[in-house]
């Protein structure tokens, strides 16, 4: 039993340590865009759900946020304030699913394909999204979830989603970013985002340390119909995302589980669609109920889980026809430990950088905006308040 904890323990930390410079480079990015991106004017530009509305909110959602529970909070604060359900919807999908992060974990664990994946089926998904609530969701419906929203309740990571930590001085992006206070901004956005999403990685970590240690390869093989080519590409968007919800880990911590199923035998478009149920994970269910009413919660699971598995259909396919699906024989499970390569120099390299805005964040008061993390939401609709 020992052995068998150790030896999941040991997995879990070999794959920590293969993606902990990619993290950083991915965090510090997202940062650096983050504190030059004002979030007060972000909800003046989703109004409505037109095509480049929406186009817009992916664009702003990629910018944003990759904590899971940081998005439903600052999408149930847009809406309020006046965006469109639609496009507050679709700034939550990208600001989870299309951030740089993601993209360059994916791509060093499990292939550029699988970040080009990314990159397509989002987008898809928030096409599908837009479609079923254009055809489904009705005026009664969204005026109950409206009412409910102007309730503010709490859910996860309100104080987190309130903030707005952007450089306030004017000028140009360089000028601005090279400020002492675009130093702090991205100090402070960087530290919070890892704060944000810490619990869930480590989770996830975890998780896919002790599948990979204790399920064996017989099980995988036989629940993704492996050796039934066209079984398996029908059946792995529809499972894909019933096993994220069953997962309780959301945003970048399932991606260390995906690499365990991709293994496993589940179908390329069956890691897109896990990928994509981040938002759908139970304990965000319960925030939808709380936020938007059963209801209305209820709807949501119905329309996000179609749209993941229609996303991960039109990669499958689409992948498949152009002969870039990745030859599944070739993953394999981070386990090598800490050795001297290149790995560990990047790690080292970056490992510094992280220190560096670490302790520029301290210094500039950042001790106080981790305990406001979970606080309270934010006030209600502003101007231009309508749905």
């Known amino acids: 039993m020992v052995h068998s904890v150790l030896h999941a323990l040991s ?49 702003l959602g990629a910018a944003s946020s990759s ?26 999908i990208a600001s989870t699913n299309l951030v740089i992060e993601l993209g360059v974990i994916l791509a060093l664990l499990m292939g550029w394909q699988f970040t080009a994946a990314e990159f397509v089926g989002g987008p898809v998904m928030i096409v599908v999204l837009a479609v079923l ?21 709490s859910g996860a990571m ?7 930590m952007s450089v306030r001085r004017e000028g140009s992006f360089a000028r601005r970013l090279l400020s002492p206070e675009g130093a702090t901004a991205t100090s402070h956005v960087f530290v919070m985002e890892w704060a944000a999403i810490l619990r869930d990685l480590v989770l996830g970590l975890l998780i896919a ?29 529809v499972i894909g ?38 938002l759908l994970i139970l304990p965000i269910l319960n925030i939808y109920r709380k936020y938007y009413g059963a ?34 024989s070739d993953a394999k499970v981070p386990m090598e430990g800490v050795t001297w390569n290149y790995t560990t120099w990047l790690n080292i390299a970056f490992l510094v950088l992280a220190a560096a805005l670490l302790i520029r964040f301290f210094r500039t008061g950042g001790r106080d905006m981790l305990r406001m993390m979970g606080g309270a ?11």
């Open 295 to 328: 209801r209305m919660a209820l709807f949501l699971l119905g329309t996000f889980y179609l749209a993941t598995v229609l996303a991960g259909y039109a990669v499958e396919f689409a992948f498949g026809g152009l002969g870039l699906i990745p030859d599944q």
């Open 11 to 59: 997995i879990a930390g070999s794959m920590t340590w293969e993606i902990t410079w990619a993290l950083i480079l991915g965090f510090a990015l997202s940062a650096v865009v983050q504190a030059v991106v004002h979030k007060s004017t972000v909800v003046s530009l989703l109004g409505d759900d037109r095509p480049r509305t929406l186009a817009l909110a992916a664009g």
């Open 241 to 278: 995302p019933l096993v994220a919800i069953a997962s309780f880990v959301c945003s970048i911590g399932n991606v260390p589980l995906a690499v365990v199923l991709w293994k496993g035998g589940i179908s390329f478009g069956g890691v897109v669609s896990f990928i994509f149920a981040d």
């Open 133 to 153: 609530f254009r055809l489904l969701l009705r005026d009664g419906l969204l005026r109950q979830a409206r009412e409910q929203a102007e309730r503010g309740l």
């Open 158 to 164: 309100e104080g987190h989603a309130a903030m707005d």
């Open 209 to 237: 340390g002790a599948i990979a240690a204790w399920v064996p390869d017989a099980f995988w093989r036989s629940f993704f119909f492996e050796g039934h080519p066209l079984a398996a590409k029908l059946w792995g968007p």
């Open 377 to 387: 939401p934010g006030p209600g609709p502003g101007p231009g308040h309508h749905g």
């Open 67 to 92: 904590c899971s529970y940081a998005a439903v909070a600052l999408a149930r604060s847009l809406f309020r304030k006046g965006a469109h359900f639609t496009a507050a919807m679709a700034f939550e």
